[in-house]
């Protein structure tokens, strides 16, 4: 059964940008800050407890229980309603961060302990994705959700931009425990801001729809949901085919690339730099339009477009043109991740918003991330080229299938 929520539903009608409901989900959103923190807490905590080795299984334990509890975190979100479970999610992600803070400051860092952080956050990561992805349907009207697309990525890049040097900072100030303090306070301040967002309520009959069944049946009713769904469906599958070929290159493979040609740590910085201010300009752009026309096709030729920056970025001669490169890979990327994102949230019933976007998140947060040591072999085994290529040959299959479905190709963002 599709559902239309209600025009305003007791919400603000105001746009986006005006609205203090979302200013307020923006607000918690932005102190994922804390989220840069801890990790650069926990990297550095790792490599002073043991070895290389030691804190790269460590920094990786998050991964597994993200990619295996994902779809279940879903139906947790579509069950019990995203705020709630974004508010006990980040209550608990809160205490065991400076739960282990304090245990720092009376004990050394302990790998064991760190693992075990680890695997909480990844868990609770797992629950936490999906209602976030499904809060926005629910807290401002649907012409407004590629506006605020444009504000959570512009949120995003913010935090991610502020959080590595606090973490930083933490650290050299007062080591791992006092890095672990901080991201705990800043993880923290997002619990009152959601406790204060109100939520637009589903019609009586969706939200008791799931209670009569086992999670096993409402995962496969959201599995089933998706799949035959003729926007949904293709669109889950380009965002999987774009993710898979935009990380390795621009995680692992930039590493790689920047170290071949000489440019060294900082020159990889300005490639990563240009990459971010592309992505934020397009964010920009979002948040003051608020709406592009022709979101569908706007998808797929940017995923073409994209895969093409990706290839060439292997290829260029100097760091200035590896720098333009990557803008234009920015701006590209989070064009299409953006039209893509504000699809899949006007597109997906309201109830069913927390499995949708646990399955699309499950190739970019659960799976992309294991690729990445195929990626660094497969650059060992092939060199830079051939790898970046096929990335891209990859990516560009996601254009195709946008552009070669003609629901996905012909969707509209509501006006």
Same mark, same amino acid.
């Given at each position: 059964?599709?559902?239309?929520?209600?025009?305003?539903?007791?919400?603000?009608?105001?746009?986006?940008?005006?609205?203090?409901?979302?200013?307020?989900?923006?607000?918690?959103?932005?102190?994922?800050?804390?989220?840069?923190?801890?990790?650069?807490?926990?990297?550095?905590?790792?490599?002073?407890?043991?070895?290389?080795?030691?804190?790269?299984?460590?920094?990786?334990?998050?991964?597994?229980?993200?990619?295996?509890?994902?779809?279940?975190?879903?139906?947790?979100?579509?069950?019990?309603?995203?705020?709630?479970?974004?508010?006990?999610?980040?209550?608990?992600?809160?205490?065991?961060?400076?739960?282990?803070?304090?245990?720092?400051?009376?004990?050394?860092?302990?790998?064991?302990?760190?693992?075990?952080?680890?695997?909480?956050?990844?868990?609770?990561?797992?629950?936490?994705?999906?209602?976030?992805?499904?809060?926005?349907?629910?807290?401002?009207?649907?012409?407004?959700?590629?506006?605020?697309?444009?504000?959570?990525?512009?949120?995003?890049?913010?935090?991610?931009? @502020? +959080? &590595?040097? *606090?973490?930083? /900072?933490?650290? %050299? $100030?007062? !080591?791992?425990?006092?890095?672990? #303090?901080?991201?705990?306070?800043?993880?923290?301040?997002?619990?009152?801001?959601?406790?204060?967002?109100?939520?637009?309520?589903?019609?009586?009959?969706?939200?008791?729809?799931?209670?009569?069944?086992?999670?096993?049946?409402?995962?496969?009713?959201?599995?089933?949901?998706?799949?035959?769904?003729?926007?949904?469906?293709?669109?889950?599958?380009?965002?999987?085919?774009?993710?898979?070929?935009?990380?390795?290159?621009?995680?692992?493979?930039?590493?790689?690339?920047?170290?071949?040609?000489?440019?060294?740590?900082?020159?990889?910085?300005?490639?990563?730099?240009?990459?971010? @201010? +592309? &992505?934020? *300009?397009?964010? /920009?752009?979002? %948040? $003051?339009? !608020?709406?592009?026309?022709?979101? #569908?096709?706007?998808?797929?030729?940017?995923?073409?477009?994209?895969?093409?920056?990706?290839?060439?970025?292997?290829?260029?001669?100097?760091?200035?043109?590896?720098?333009?490169?990557?803008?234009?890979?920015?701006?590209?990327?989070?064009?299409?991740?953006?039209?893509?994102?504000?699809?899949?949230?006007?597109?997906?019933?309201?109830?069913?918003?927390?499995?949708?976007?646990?399955?699309?998140?499950?190739?970019?947060?659960?799976?992309?991330?294991?690729?990445?040591?195929?990626?660094?072999?497969?650059?060992?085994?092939?060199?830079?080229?051939?790898?970046?290529?096929?990335?891209?040959?990859?990516?560009?299959?996601?254009?195709?299938? %946008?552009?070669?479905?003609?629901?996905?190709?012909?969707?509209?963002?509501?006006?």
């Amino acid at each position: 059964m599709t559902t239309t929520l209600a025009p305003r539903g007791g919400l603000d009608d105001r746009p986006a940008h005006r609205d203090p409901n979302v200013l307020r989900w923006l607000g918690a959103y932005a102190s994922s800050a804390g989220d840069g923190v801890y990790y650069v807490a926990l990297s550095w905590a790792a490599v002073q407890a043991g070895s290389a080795t030691q804190a790269g299984l460590v920094m990786s334990v998050s991964a597994l229980p993200r990619a295996v509890l994902m779809l279940g975190g879903g139906v947790v979100a579509d069950r019990f309603g995203p705020r709630r479970v974004v508010i006990g999610s980040d209550a608990v992600r809160c205490a065991s961060v400076l739960a282990v803070a304090g245990l720092l400051l009376l004990t050394g860092p302990g790998l064991w302990l760190l693992a075990v952080l680890a695997l909480v956050f990844g868990t609770v990561d797992a629950v936490f994705v999906p209602a976030v992805g499904a809060l926005p349907a629910r807290i401002t009207e649907p012409g407004q959700l590629a506006r605020v697309q444009g504000m959570r990525g512009l949120a995003y890049r913010c935090a991610v931009i @502020v +959080g &590595a040097p *606090l973490g930083g /900072l933490g650290v %050299a $100030v007062g !080591g791992a425990a006092a890095a672990f #303090g901080l991201a705990g306070l800043l993880i923290a301040v997002s619990v009152p801001l959601l406790v204060c967002v109100r939520m637009r309520e589903l019609p009586a009959d969706d939200t008791v729809a799931g209670r009569d069944r086992t999670a096993w049946a409402d995962l496969l009713a959201g599995l089933r949901y998706i799949r035959r769904h003729r926007v949904l469906a293709p669109l889950v599958l380009a965002i999987a085919l774009g993710d898979f070929g935009f990380v390795g290159p621009l995680n692992v493979g930039l590493t790689l690339l920047a170290d071949e040609r000489g440019w060294g740590a900082s020159g990889m910085g300005w490639v990563l730099a240009g990459f971010g @201010v +592309g &992505a934020g *300009l397009v964010s /920009l752009l979002l %948040a $003051v339009r !608020g709406r592009l026309p022709h979101a #569908g096709q706007v998808s797929g030729y940017a995923l073409l477009a994209g895969a093409v920056a990706i290839a060439a970025l292997a290829f260029v001669p100097t760091l200035l043109a590896a720098l333009a490169v990557a803008l234009a890979v920015g701006l590209l990327a989070g064009l299409s991740g953006a039209m893509c994102g504000a699809l899949l949230q006007t597109q997906a019933d309201p109830a069913f918003l927390g499995r949708v976007t646990a399955v699309s998140s499950l190739v970019s947060l659960g799976l992309t991330p294991l690729s990445m040591p195929l990626s660094a072999a497969a650059i060992g085994a092939w060199g830079t080229g051939p790898v970046f290529v096929v990335s891209a040959v990859v990516c560009g299959l996601g254009g195709v299938v %946008a552009l070669g479905v003609r629901d996905l190709r012909r969707a509209e963002l509501p006006g």
